[in-house]
């Protein structure tokens, strides 16, 4: 039980893995709402807002491609720890997003 207290997902879930409010359905394709200069901008401020390493490890996996293990090797960091920190940053992205959307 306390695995679950402690993961950041449980904002988003219950602990039945039901979502405790579903995200509404996109308005439009997400590939045009992408190549919308507004959203790429928020995206852009989403992830400017992230902690420091959460955003290196978003921009370094999602942006530039970079493997894991290159990842962990730029950062010294272990690749549970960078799973924990690039799932942090995709809840936090997605929450801000949606709030923007």
């Known amino acids: 039980m306390d695995a679950f207290q402690n993961d950041p997902s449980t904002i988003c879930y219950t602990s039945e893995g039901h979502w405790l409010d579903a995200p ?3 308005k439009d394709c997400p590939e045009y709402l992408f190549n919308r200069q507004q ?3 928020k995206l852009e401020a989403s992830i400017h807002a992230l902690p420091q390493k959460q955003q290196i490890v978003y921009r370094m996996r999602e942006l530039i491609g970079e493997t894991t293990d290159s990842i962990c ?3 010294n ?3 549970g720890h960078l799973n924990v920190l690039f799932h942090r940053a995709r809840l936090s992205l997605h929450k801000h997003l949606l709030n923007e959307v």
Do not use: Q, S, Y
């Open 24 to 26: 509404n359905a996109w």
């Open 39 to 41: 959203i790429r901008e």
């Open 73 to 75: 090797d730029h950062l």
């Open 77 to 79: 960091i272990t690749p």
